[in-house]
């Protein structure tokens, strides 16, 4: 194979290498956002637990406090019916005091709902502080992971950027600049794997004799359609990495 194109094969599978990593650099923000999207959320279902309960604790304890308030109105209505002389005032006492109890009736009435709904938001609450705790632990891991990831993929970077520099100083200038002028116009991919009469990436089938040299790898062939430089690899060889 030509020396140069076997150069060229290696340097598209670096630069693959390294535009993925960079994708997943990039990408962090907003893996990070929906990490953080997911603990907000669950604290939100907290909150809203929390909410709930305290809003029934406060309906409830407005109730017993007028139950009590009534229950002493009722207890002073009652003293009075003692004290009426006509009928039209007893009758009008007995009103009094009979509004009075079903104000009490239908107030502890309330107070019960209340009190069964304080203890489902009180499961509800508990069921929520759990999951949170759960979520809280999975995204710690997952930043955790992350980071780890960031660390590696700027490591395998440098790397990648020294065994370039080793490998683009052994190409020869003029067929190095081919492939950065065709790489930056097409995606980052400046080399094509030939098969079956066919460039790879843009499946243009290619003239039968150009076909017939570039099977040799022993000259720089461009594609004609997308000027992508040409190899052949066999039938069963993998490919370089495409888009």
Do not use: W
């Amino acid at each position: 194979m030509n020396s140069d194109l076997d150069r060229l094969i290696r340097l598209q599978q670096l630069e693959s290498s390294a535009d993925e990593a960079r994708r997943k650099i990039a990408d962090r923000p907003q893996r990070m956002q929906e990490l953080d999207d997911r603990l907000a959320a669950a604290r939100a279902l907290v909150e809203q637990a929390k909410a709930g309960l305290a809003d029934a604790q406060n309906r409830r304890r407005a109730d017993e406090k007028e139950v009590s308030s009534v229950q002493t109105r009722l207890a002073k209505y009652k003293d009075q019916l003692l004290e009426v002389k006509t009928n039209r005032e007893y009758q009008a006492m007995l009103h009094e005091i009979e509004t009075a109890q079903n104000d009490i009736k239908g107030r502890e009435d309330k107070i019960l709902d209340a009190m069964m709904e304080g203890d489902q938001l009180a499961a509800d609450l508990k069921k929520a502080e759990a999951e949170f705790k759960v979520v809280e632990k999975e995204v710690a891991a997952a930043r955790q992971a992350v980071e780890q990831e960031l660390t590696a993929l700027q490591r395998e970077l440098d790397k990648t950027a020294e065994a370039r520099a080793k490998l683009v100083a052994d190409i020869d200038r003029r067929v190095l600049a081919t492939f950065e002028t065709v790489a930056r116009n097409r995606k980052g991919l400046g080399i094509a794997e030939a098969k079956n009469g066919l460039c790879t990436i843009c499946h243009v089938r290619l003239r039968p004799q150009v076909f017939n040299d570039l099977r040799r790898n022993e000259a720089i062939i461009q594609c004609e359609s997308c000027q992508r430089i040409l190899y052949f690899a066999g039938e069963n060889a993998a490919p370089v990495p495409q888009p």
